[in-house]
């Protein structure tokens, strides 16, 4: 007899979150902990939400308690997302009394309500998650229009949820990942979950259209004009989930001063011109509804499993206007064209249609992130790249839910599903937020990673698409594995070290840090031939947590420390406070190559020679220094005969590294003799007063 596939998945799911939790050299997180963590993250995978973060705080108010498992803010929309979890660990799952999942919703927003009161100088320690996002919900309450309260649980709820409520003139909606809905999205790779859209209830009558049924094309296709009003609302319930994937990297990114600008402008002005000045959209559906009137015409009642491939800019400005600006959208008509797939695969055509209909715009190809070639290429590298061992490897999700279907495949038989779980176990699973996460980090960019999984992947892919690199290589597969060993690492250091507050951000700066201090001078391949990071490595980043912890809270100052760590110049005031180097060094950055390709993994066995603190010290005070003050040092240094004319080449080289973002990095020899001819010039005062300064604080900093 065939298990019933849904007590499969909560079985594994759990089986994996006991995996992950008594894995752990000092378990820091419960399993109902673990599972909201784990959930929200695949939840953001599988675009079901948007920078959610795992948040456990309860505590009473008054008489009454409260509690939320997590959190997330759409300030676009203006929701306050707050998760409750109700987790058992029971199986076969079992149905949820109502009065528990009311209870859970009511705790959720007592906290909501509590923060708006001043929760945040109530709590104790005043510098923690919970005390940062009572403060931010008290400060940004007036601008919060709706609060989402969201159930996470391994067990299942009723086919109904308590209906919508309102208070103090917010509207609070339910809902509900069940582990039947967990099974549909993250299981069975859902896509559209359960988008329905009521015209009827909507605009209060059913919208008249016009039908189009090529012959031969497999489709159906219905033209027809949506309100502005029914558009923005549609948006607000359903979010970024209406936008096709592949498409969103691009929307969340270009276009947002100009062309919204413009569309701002129409509907303010001349709201009764949206219909002629704009070019509509492009939706497919699952299933449209029907009514005729007396005429025989059909008219549109409903759509389900809507997707809009093409106009996510003019849904995402009309519900600005709306919600945000405050504008009526009274006249606003927006033109649409319904796609029905009638024969043959609907993810296939909506992938068509997202291409054909934006090549009228400026979407290229690395937009669609899924199929971008980019991606492929990853998960060729990955299906061929083999451990030491020869016995395991790397799998890389560049579709989502392509794991699951992969180890599905494999359980049909016991000896294929025993040799994809010796080969590919979950914990070499690699997804595309986390390929973004990890080269973010080492790659400059932690306030990006600080944005959550799929702005900070928006980033990245817009980041390739303006600066194209060569094909990734099977070195460079191994460097980012390196690199995820040592994200991975100081996420576990992290936890056990038992920070109060902003442990993903802490993370994200900790790799970061330690990317610029070596100037990326990791001995990559030692760390790919062991599978993780020596024990020294760990001890240095574990003596360095600390620093980064106080290095953030102190160059917050005043700020709100979540928003603050999502900007540039929270990472550059960081930069002037590094965590130093100290001798004897992990082997990781003992035995790294002191002259490493570009493109290519350095070699340690190729090259003997040993690094020290005082080489890694030089290359990162090279780094600080300007690409206009190299130039300046070396034309100025050469022409006066102070700086050797092979010296001053040395010198027009980091002025080139520092031009391109130092993705090149100076060499032991480039930095010693830089900086001593930087030296001679600065001696000679031959450089104007704003360089003197770079040099001045250079020499301070070191």
Avoid at 64 to 88: C, K, M, N, P, W
Avoid at 127 to 142: F, G, V
Wanted: glycine content about 6%; some cysteine.
């Amino acid at each position: 007899m065939t298990e019933d596939p849904l007590n499969v998945f909560a079985t594994e799911l759990a089986s994996e979150i006991e995996e992950i939790v008594t894995g752990a050299d000092a378990p820091t997180l419960f399993s109902g902990e673990m599972f909201t963590k784990l959930v929200l993250e695949r939840l953001e995978e599988a675009e079901r939400l948007e920078q959610a973060f795992d948040l456990y705080q309860e505590g009473h108010t008054g008489r009454a308690s409260y509690r939320i498992d997590g959190y997330a803010i759409d300030e676009e929309r203006q929701v306050l997302e707050l998760f409750t979890t109700i987790h058992t660990g029971e199986i076969p799952p079992v149905r949820l009394p109502m009065a528990e999942v009311r209870s859970a919703f009511e705790r959720a927003l007592r906290f909501a309500r509590a923060s708006m009161e001043g929760l945040a100088d109530k709590l104790e320690p005043s510098n923690t998650d919970a005390s940062d996002l009572a403060r931010r919900i008290e400060r940004e309450s007036s601008r919060i229009s709706s609060i989402r309260l969201i159930l996470l649980t391994d067990q299942l709820t009723g086919p109904a949820l308590p209906e919508k409520d309102e208070w103090s003139g917010r509207v609070i909606e339910h809902d509900a990942f069940d582990i039947a809905r967990l099974h549909r999205i993250l299981g069975e790779g859902e896509t559209r979950s359960d988008i329905a859209v009521d015209l009827r209830q909507l605009t209060g009558r059913a919208l008249p259209c016009l039908p189009v049924r090529p012959e031969g094309g497999g489709y159906e296709a219905y033209l027809t004009v949506l309100p502005g009003e029914v558009l923005s609302t549609v948006y607000q319930t359903y979010g970024v989930r209406l936008l096709e994937l592949n498409v969103r990297a691009f929307l969340g990114i270009q276009g947002r001063k100009s062309v919204n600008a413009e569309l701002r402008k129409t509907i303010s002005d001349q709201p009764s011109m949206f219909l002629a000045f704009n070019n509509g959209l492009v939706a497919t559906v699952d299933e449209i509804l029907f009514e005729t009137d007396s005429a025989g015409h059909s008219l549109i009642t409903g759509l389900k499993g809507l997707q809009i491939v093409n106009g996510g800019q003019t849904t995402a400005s009309l519900h600005r206007a709306r919600f945000k600006d405050r504008l009526s959208l009274e006249g606003v008509e927006v033109p649409v064209k319904i796609i029905k797939v009638t024969d043959g695969d609907l993810a296939e055509m909506v992938s068509s249609v997202s291409r054909a209909a934006n090549r009228q715009n400026t979407v290229q190809q690395a937009d669609f992130s899924s199929n971008d070639p980019f991606h492929q290429q990853v998960e060729e590298l990955a299906n061929n790249s083999w451990l030491e061992s020869g016995k395991g490897r790397w799998f890389y999700e560049r579709a989502r839910g392509s794991y699951l279907a992969a180890e599905q495949k494999a359980s049909y038989r016991a000896r294929d599903e025993q040799v994809f779980r010796t080969q590919t176990p979950r914990s070499r699973r690699l997804s595309k937020l986390d390929l973004a996460r990890y080269l973010n980090a080492w790659g400059d960019l932690p306030y990006r990673v600080c944005l959550g999984g799929q702005k900070n992947f928006q980033h990245f892919m817009q980041r390739m698409k303006e600066r194209p690199q060569p094909p990734p290589d099977e070195a460079w597969f191994r460097r980012l594995i390196a690199v995820g060993l040592i994200y991975r690492s100081a996420e576990r250091i992290v936890r056990q070290m038992g920070f109060p507050a902003f442990r993903s951000q802490i993370v994200a700066y900790l790799v970061a840090c330690l990317s610029q201090q070596t100037g990326g001078r990791i001995d990559f391949e030692q760390i790919w031939r062991r599978q993780a990071i020596s024990a020294e490595m760990e001890e240095l980043l574990r003596s360095w947590a600390p620093h980064v912890d106080n290095v953030l809270r102190s160059t917050a100052g005043q700020r709100n420390p979540g928003e603050w760590f999502k900007r540039e110049e929270c990472w550059e005031a960081c930069k002037r406070n590094l965590p130093p180097l100290s001798d004897p060094m992990p082997p990781e950055l003992a035995q790294a190559s002191a002259e490493p390709q570009v493109g290519n993994v350095a070699d340690s066995r190729r090259n003997g020679q040993v690094l020290s603190a005082e080489d890694f010290d030089r290359i990162r005070r090279c780094m600080e220094v300007d690409s206009g003050t190299w130039l300046q040092a070396a034309e100025l240094g050469q022409r006066t005969r102070v700086v050797h004319w092979k010296t001053a080449g040395i010198l027009r080289t980091l002025a080139s590294y520092a031009a391109g973002g130092w993705d090149k990095k100076p060499s032991v020899k480039q930095a010693r003799f830089a900086l001593e001819a930087l030296q001679s010039v600065r001696d000679a005062e031959l450089l104007k007063p704003d360089s003197q300064s770079l040099l001045e604080r250079d020499e301070a900093d070191g």
